[in-house]
Every structure is written in C-alpha cells, then in structure tokens.
C-alpha cells in the first residue's frame, strides 16, 4: 500500500530532526490510513519537540464553509498546543509566530487544483520562512486527481490573487511537495525546503487505486468524485449559479431556477465532452446561493476519469447557460478571497482575455489550442520538481 510522507516520516523518526523544534501545519484531513491524526502520530515519534499547530483556510475541524469564513487563533484541546489560523486575520504567518520552531512540518491534503488555497498557504509560509530562517518540510500526499493530467490555461500575473500566485494551469498535474517546490524556485522565495516523499504513489494514479482512505479536507469536498469534478465546477464560485453548496453534493451538481434542461444540452452539442454524463434533475440548497429556492440544473457524472475533461466541461457550460440567459445569468461581484475590485471570475480563470473570448462565443476547443503553446511550456517547466515516476 502507498505511504504517505507523514507516515514514512515516523517511521524513520530521524530525517535530521533530533532535538529541533516543531510546527505542524494540517487540518482535521490530515490522518494515516488508520485515521490517526499526524499531531499524534508526530508527538508519539518525536517527544517533546512539537510546539505549536497552525490551520489553513476552514479551520482546524474543516469546519468554516465558504471563502472570506475565518477562523480564529486556538488551543488544540487534545494536545494543549496552541493553534495559529493562517486563514483569519492574517493569511501569511508572522515572523512571531515561527519564533519558538526550527521546522514547520506540512501535512496538507491537496486536490490538485490552482484554485484550492492551501497551496498558498504554504507558500506564504514559505516566504516567512525564508525571512526567520525556519525550514519547511512537506509530508507530501498523493494528487487525488492525477500526476499525469494537466489542463487549462497558465495564471496571467494580472491575474494573481489568493487563488493562484504561479503560473501553473487549473489542473496542474502536481504533488504538494511538487508544486511547493515549484513555487519556492519560480516566485524566488528561497526558503530552505525539502520533501518526505510517499511510497508506492505512481503519477498516473487516481486516489481511488492508492487504497488510502478519502477523509474531506474541507467541507465542499466530501468525496474523491468532488475533487474530480473541481477543476472545472470551482468557476461557478464567481457567478450566481449555484455550485451546490448546502447540498450533499457539492460541485457534482449545480443549476439555477431559471435554467432549461433541454436548452443547455442543445447547446453543448458542438463542443465534445468525453467521459461524462450531464443527467438532468432539480435540487434545492439549504444554505448559500438560492437557499430553499429549486434549482434546475445537472449532476455530472464521470464515466471515465482518464478521459474526463473537467475545466472544458464546465467552460463549455458556463459560455452556454450565459448565452442563453443573459439577463438572469449574473458573475459575482467583489469581494473574493480578499481581493476587492477585481472581478472575481478573472481570478479563478486567471486570464481576463479568456473570460471575455468566452463571453464572446469563441469556441472551447478553439480556446484550448489557443492556450496549448503555454501548457506545453509548463510541462516542460514541470519536470524539474517531479519526484515520482
């Protein structure tokens, strides 16, 4: 069975760390196959030596729902360690808060998407780090979703934000370890970083064939199927169609009162879209866009994994039910992920040019050739940080 870098880290309880000082940061998600919690697994293979805890976006407990949803600073209750929010009022670590450790371990599940915070996270700790002299180092987990797809187009400058500060595309095909080490060398942060690798992680894998249990490491991604379908159903987050929050299937499904079935599948006919089934239904959110209102709108289905396209999917979409109805359909407005004047759908496609070629009624796969002379060029840049075979 694969390991993770969590686990091959206490099973060696050396890896340079005798008597040094340790933060952990890591969230409720961030267990052994067994459901052991890495605070405990860490305590019990290095004695004495963690100090503090810190908590990305959602919480500790994964527990906060939405973007700009802080959480405050706390006390872990089974530790006594305290627990800095880096998702709260400051997303960046300050220097203070590295004064009493050597080593920040990271232990964070990530789904393989530009858009997913705890990245930046890291990254942010990455810069203070190199400003204290603390060292980083990534248990590095699985991509849930692949090592060996990526899709999209590459982040525009302009377009940086807490959603993506590096060139990378949506699906960016990369570990944690990998992309935090990306980051490190391309955003010219140089802090000190090494990465725990797993054992047994092949890059072609989906989670599913790592035998390794899905705990959810926020409360929108319940499930593998969720982050599946993120790196496409992530761009209803700055419109108002609802993305299915306050349902039991948050991002499989999304949909609108006013959208037609019927209408939106005609449309899609002229763009191909494998390894999917868009089935029709209507749900109604309990919470978020459209609470308590019916939404007509679509499950997806992933029939094949290998051969799904989830950003050209729900481009493909979006570029449909805009053209159908243009005086319901509306994006969302600033704030987004503290950002206050840019328009929040630009973030998350991260070149304004696309969003307005889309508005334009470009096509998809005319979009996609459109982009592919830079996605070449990432994977090329890729290569350098690649771990696994």
């Known amino acids: 069975m694969m390991q993770t870098g969590l686990e091959q880290l206490c099973r060696s309880a050396a890896a340079g760390l005798d008597g040094k000082r340790l933060g952990l940061l890591c969230n409720q998600a961030s267990t052994d196959s067994r459901f052991v919690?890495?605070?405990?697994?860490?305590?019990?293979?290095?004695?004495?030596?963690?100090?503090?805890?810190?908590?990305?976006?959602?919480?500790?407990?994964?527990?906060?729902?939405?973007?700009?949803?802080?959480?405050?600073?706390?006390?872990?209750?089974?530790s006594g360690l305290p627990v800095y929010s880096l998702y709260g009022e400051t997303r960046k670590p300050y220097p203070s808060m590295f004064a009493d450790i050597d080593v920040l371990l990271v232990d964070l599940i990530d789904v393989g998407t530009r858009v997913y915070t705890f990245i930046w996270t890291v990254v942010h700790c990455l810069e203070t780090a190199a400003a204290t002299g603390v060292k980083i180092m990534i248990l590095d987990r699985p991509n849930p979703i692949g090592g060996h797809l990526v899709e999209g187009n590459v982040l525009r400058e302009d377009c940086a934000s807490f959603v993506g500060r590096c060139a990378i595309p949506?699906?960016?095909?990369?570990?944690?370890?990998?992309?935090?080490?990306?980051?490190?060398?391309?955003l010219a942060i140089g802090a000190e970083l090494e990465v725990v690798r797993m054992s047994g992680w092949k890059r072609n894998m989906l989670f599913p064939a790592t035998g390794f249990p899905w705990v959810f490491p926020s409360p929108n991604m319940p499930s593998f199927t969720a982050a599946l379908v993120y790196p496409g159903q992530v761009i209803w987050e700055g419109t108002n169609i609802s993305e299915a929050r306050g349902t039991t299937l948050p991002f499989e499904l999304f949909g609108a009162p006013f959208i037609e079935h019927g209408a939106v599948l005609d449309c899609l006919r002229a763009t191909e879209l494998p390894g999917c089934c868009l089935r029709p239904l209507r749900f109604e959110p309990t919470s978020g866009k459209w609470m308590g209102q019916a939404c007509n709108g679509f499950q997806i289905h992933v029939i094949d994994a290998e051969a799904f396209r989830p950003y050209r999917t729900s481009l493909a979409l979006l570029q449909a039910i805009r053209r159908l109805y243009p005086e319901q359909f509306a994006y969302k407005q600033p704030p987004y992920e503290y950002e206050f004047e840019r328009?929040?759908?630009?973030?998350?496609?991260?070149?304004r040019a696309i969003r307005e070629d889309l508005e334009n009624g470009v096509p998809i796969m005319e979009l996609e050739r459109g982009w592919q002379a830079e996605l070449d060029q990432y994977q090329e840049r890729r290569r350098a940080v690649l771990l696994y075979d």
């Not at 949506?170 to 391309?186: F, V």
């Open 343 to 351: 328009l929040p759908m630009d973030l998350i496609i991260g070149d």
């Open 170 to 186: 949506m699906r960016h095909g990369l570990t944690l370890g990998e992309l935090a080490l990306l980051c490190n060398q391309e």
């Open 37 to 78: 919690h890495s605070r405990d697994l860490l305590t019990a293979a290095f004695p004495g030596q963690l100090t503090c805890l810190f908590s990305p976006q959602h919480g500790f407990f994964s527990e906060k729902q939405d973007n700009m949803i802080e959480s405050g600073h706390g006390q872990d209750l089974v």
